[in-house]
């Protein structure tokens, strides 16, 4: 089955700087990658998607990057502010369905 | 439609007690997911159904563990016998067929 893999499992950043979270996926027939961002006593909330036709997707100071062949993609966070301090989820699916999570990256924007 | 709704949020229980948690999902969704997160971890899928059919269970769903979605609306888990491994978040999602999870804040269950 799919397997999700997910670095750094901590990461610190100036408010301002840029974050970078990366995430490798094994089952090369998985084509949906969401990201999810999780704050404390909340649910995962869907903050951007890749489908695997495309290579990249922005959404304001986020973007996603996907890379099918060496089957990993990364999430960009540029000019960070302290509120997108937070836990953050990458996942990886067939068409959308049983989403397989990765481990998540506690990120810290110091202020 | 205000999103996810679960209930309860939290729920302590003795070992040994039978619980069971709802999630009202997005009226328009006919896919509805129930996950498992324990502390420091991502979700872990435990079933999903299409409107009132129970699709897929992973083989996390252990015999004590229940789900039922009647007339393809509201969906229940219900856990039998608990035990002190089975205190974890317990997130429902619902979704339409190939978006993204719209999940619900999850119900935490302490078991003591």
């Known amino acids: 089955g799919e397997n999700v893999e997910q670095h750094p499992s901590t990461l610190s950043v100036q408010e301002g700087d840029s974050a970078v979270i990366k995430c490798t996926y094994s089952d090369s027939a998985s084509n949906y990658f969401p990201w999810y961002k999780q704050e404390l006593g909340k649910g995962p909330q869907l903050i951007i998607d890749?489908?695997?036709?495309?290579g990249e997707k922005k959404d304001q100071r986020i973007a996603v990057t996907l890379n099918k062949t060496a089957k990993h993609f990364s999430l960009h966070i540029t000019e960070t502010q302290p509120e997108d301090s937070a836990v953050y989820f990458c996942a990886a699916s067939l068409y959308g369905q049983n989403f397989v999570f990765g481990p998540g990256t506690r990120l810290s924007v110091l202020p | 439609d205000t999103g996810v709704s679960q209930d309860p949020r939290h729920k302590i229980t003795k070992r040994g007690q039978n619980v069971t948690f709802r999630c009202d999902p997005i009226s328009e969704h006919n896919r509805l997911y129930w996950y498992r997160q324990t502390l420091g971890q991502g979700p872990e899928f435990l079933t999903y159904?299409?409107?009132?059919?129970?699709?897929?269970k992973s083989r996390l769903l252990s015999d004590r563990f229940s789900a039922e979605r009647p007339k393809g609306s509201f969906s229940t888990l219900e856990i039998q016998r608990t035990e002190q491994g089975d205190s974890a978040m317990y997130l429902c999602?619902?979704?339409?067929?190939?978006?993204?999870?719209?999940f619900g804040s999850g119900t935490r269950l302490t078991v003591v």
């Open positions: 890749i489908r695997s036709n495309v």
């Open positions: 159904f299409q409107n009132e059919a129970q699709l897929e």
């Open positions: 999602a619902s979704t339409l067929p190939g978006d993204g999870y719209t």
